[in-house]
């Protein structure tokens, strides 16, 4: 009988798996962002769940540094980038979402194979979804390859930090408080030179499109 | 405390920089800040080879003979690439391409890099070593986008990307360290420290471990720039300005291939087998032998040296991947001489380009004629890389063959058609950007390249003869990783 709050965990993960799937076929910048605010709240409150079941302090500030980080600052400041940058209401064309999603089906099969050996070794209460977090990494790293756009690509790349985060929650409840911190502050930095990027390329290309940035390669 | 001091310097540095990067005596204070950095890495060296090996702060940073060697090394050619930024960066301004302010941010950013280069060499946690690295890719991207063309934004884009996401697979490597290693040494934040995990290195699950290095690799061999995930490599190096050029070809591969070699030593002491080594021989080779005949195909004079590179990266994962005290030797002594000589035909490079107004190779012509020592820099520059002797470069490519030959004979014909193509690609190139024919003026001025030939007198003073102190270190460094 696996416990209520392990249950808890797993409903949580199950989640995280759906927003995953979510945004790789949410076309709308702005939905997009909402979905990226959505998973980071889900994984605050796992994060908080698993803390306060197996009573490991540090896993509370890793909630809050998540639920402050993931859930306030970076959306808001996603909001008011594409705000300013006045692509609030773009719509990204992208062909073929429906094998997109298969693929995506395909890399959490890998993942769950890849986790499991993984998983069996591990004491934690939430082994089991180390899969869970391996084919969110996977799915937002094919998130990342599908989108034409500088905006969902940054989301991608943030969504694939919250991916390891939770496979680092999982495996092992948390890294050491201070390595947390180090990701936290490169997170933090990355979002803001994230954003003087988007100005530049807007002023150089007048478009965030990623398809101007294709002429430096070998002939 | 030499450690602090090393650290502390760029720390302060940058942030001086930041608040007065503006004013005349910027460039100045950059130099004095990388050579107080030089001065107290040397201090530490000094410390090091009388007392040994040293933990500090908790043991959170260690120094022993492998990392304090590439830290002396880090903040020598930071500080003569600061020299030499001086009035390359001056002239630039004046030519209009950089504004005062893209200079700040220019200063400031130089010394912020050079820290989190020096704070990944020192820190003795591994997780904090990731960071150092995802905050020298940070540092820099601002950096290959200074000039704002939009072939320099596509370039960083590529790089801020390609490395993120590499740099990602390696935190995930570094997790299922942590993972492996809390089973043995408990969950109280001592588990991810290098000197703990090298003592209980036997008894890690090898299962994880293995999958571990496999990311782990793959991460820091983005950064490492090895084939088939170095496409950032050649843009970032071609677009940013030339120091930053030599600072990333120099230090930052250096650094990163630092982290993939401390990780080896974990994996092959759990797993007890070659697996490590093998992967880091594969991809060795394969960089090695792509980048060879790329090479021939390059326009960009700073592309072609970014290519030489990747083929350098290479060949020493191969010696660290073949292991054992004369491949590890070799590596090190490849490590020195490669980052001496490319930063100085970086500087030769940029000069060059500079006064030509163009990187592309059919632009350059007659250097000999127009400015002799930028001529001379950069043909004996070239010759050193393509290990010519009496440079240094012969003699550790020299010593990883002759390995090679011995333990790995089927790595040995590979690696000689690679140099031997790479020879003919760089020198056919070099060769009439040297000597060719021009209508162009000599020019009044000489410009100032002792940083260059500082650089090439020590890779030649390599290959006739190396030091006994510094022979001992390069062992010493080569019997820790085994």
Known sequence: ?219 | MEIFAVLGIPLIGGILLALFGCRRWAPELNSAASFATFAASAALTAKVISDGPMLAWNEQFFVDPFNVFLVALTAFVGFTTSLFSRPYMRIEQHHGKLSINQLRLYYSMYQLFTFTMLLALLTNNMGILWVAMEAATLTTVLLVSLYRTPASIEAAWKYFILCGVGIAQALFGTILLYFAAEKVLGADGTALLWTHLDTVKDQLEPTVLSLAFVFLLVGYGTKVGLAPLHNWLPDAHAEGPTPISAVLSGLLLNVALYAVVRSKVLVDGALGTEFAGNLMMGFGLLSVVMAAFFLSRQKDIKRLFAYSSIEHMGLMTFAFGMGGPVATFAGLLHMTVHCLTKSAIFFAVGHASQKAGTQLIDGIRGLIKTTPTVGWGLALGSLAILGMPPFGVFASEFLILTTAMHTHPWATPFLLVALGVAFAAVFSKVQPMVFGETTEQRLPHPPALIPVFVHLGLVLMLGLYIPPYLADWYRQAAALIG
């Open chain 1, 1 to 219: 009988m696996i416990p209520f709050s392990a249950q808890l965990v797993n409903l949580f993960a199950a989640l995280l798996l759906l927003i995953a799937f979510a945004m790789l076929s949410q076309r709308r910048i702005l939905s997009l962002i909402n979905l990226f605010a959505m998973q980071g709240l889900v994984l605050s409150v796992s994060t908080l769940i698993v803390g306060l079941t197996t009573q490991q302090h540090h896993l509370y500030y890793s909630a809050a540094l998540t639920l402050v980080l993931k859930v306030i600052f970076l959306p808001w400041l996603l909001h008011r980038l594409i705000r300013k940058l006045n692509v609030k209401w773009d719509v990204e064309t992208m062909f073929n979402i429906p094998s997109t999603m298969l693929i995506g089906i395909v890399l959490v099969v890998f993942a769950f194979n890849l986790a499991l050996p993984i998983s069996q070794l591990s004491g934690t209460i939430i082994r089991s979804t180390l899969g869970i977090a391996m084919a969110s990494v996977l799915l937002s790293f094919l998130m990342m390859i599908t989108r034409r756009k500088a905006v969902p690509q940054v989301i991608g790349f943030l969504a694939m930090e919250n991916g390891l985060f939770f496979a680092a929650t999982s495996a092992t409840y948390g890294m050491p408080m201070v390595v947390e911190l180090g990701i936290a502050l490169d997170v933090l930095v990355g979002a803001f030179i994230f954003g003087i990027f988007f100005f530049h390329i807007r002023e150089t290309f007048d478009s965030l499109d990623i398809k101007h940035m294709e002429r430096l390669k070998e002939d």
